[in-house]
């Protein structure tokens, strides 16, 4: 066949995306579209969207950089074990030790915990069946549900409450084919910790209707002393529930400043009689997928066995700008916030007569200061907030919170 008997190209028809896709969304990226608009007019903006500690002035520990370079170097180059390195796996149980997770059946190491998160997902429902996540969410978690065309069954943080777990809306959302609930635990997007109270609590609903639950620790190093020095300690959910079946989700990306090398794992634990069958799936998942970024896994050993210096530093300046935030929405008209005790998130509130994702696009442009509108999160209805993520150091802060109280005067009035 020559080229000229070829269909044209304009005649073929548009290749249509799966319609389960529809609400797959992903806003702390989508902004980036109105971001580039007032890029392309010669302007700076501010990114208080992203939470790469390595966009700010933060740096990656060099001996796991070192372990990582070394693993290069000695040929740990091909396909890893589907379930991780021995090594890495070694210090992963080594972890959970440290964390009070006494009945850890399996560990697995994963493309960063975004892909724990969808193995682990994907894993346990089938069509019809559901899992709680929570509202407002870190949106990876429902893309993920999306994408497996499994409808969202969101429960409500209650913001009243320092952001904890809204029982009674867990218990209303729970239905026969819910299958298991997610704990974001530092938070993210509202940096609450959960206490052990509620971690309880939520053990015994999963008890009573026989639910796994996956708790989202990947922060779980990052824990700010309040205004008067003192540090809530950080609770796994696992620690208080060793019976209850469970993935505990950790990794690399924010304790240790490596978002770009991938690394994430999974801790499975509970009653082993309850996650056996489970745990074969997630590996079947595991085998299929290869497995996980190879010469980055050298560096899990040095990391959670070697010194943890950088953390003092990491949690010092996160406190400072954590305190910083805090008395900036303190001060200004028609913001309030809950102040974060994990993580490098706040999550304010914000009275204002339109939606916080036209709030969000207009300061953009017009102050080219980026931060992420509550209603991509999630948010009880009535209510509009805004993330932002405080890794810039004070002085950037002080400027980018200076443009957001301008434009809310401006536009809104005090
Ligand atoms: C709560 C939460 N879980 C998971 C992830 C994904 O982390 P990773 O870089 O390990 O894929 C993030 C990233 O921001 C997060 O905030």
Redesign the pocket.
Known sequence: MTLTSMTPISQMQEIAAASRLENVRYAIRDLACVADEVIKQGRKVLPLNV?DPLNFDFQTPPHIIEAVYKAMRDGKNGYAPSPGVPEALDAIRGEAARKGITTVRDVFVTS???ET?DLCLSALVNPGEDVLTPCPD?P?YSAVLCKLGIGLNAYDLNEQDAWQPELADIERKLTPRTRGIVL?NPN?PTGSLCTRQMLEQVAELARRHNLIVFS?E?YDKLILADANGEVTPHIAFASVAPDVPCVT?G?M?KNYLV?GW?I?WGIVSGEASAVKAYTEGVHRLLRARLCANHPEQYSIKPALEGPQDHLIEVQRKLRSRRDLTQRWCEATPRVSCVAPRGAFYAYPKIDIPESDEIFVKELIRQKHVMVVHGSGFGQKPGTQHFRIVFLPDESTLTKAYAGIAEFIGERYGS
Do not use: T, W
Request: charged share 10%.
């Open positions: 939470g960063g915990v975004s998160v870190y990876l974001i993210n989202d990947i989700f990794g990306s978002p991938r994430g």
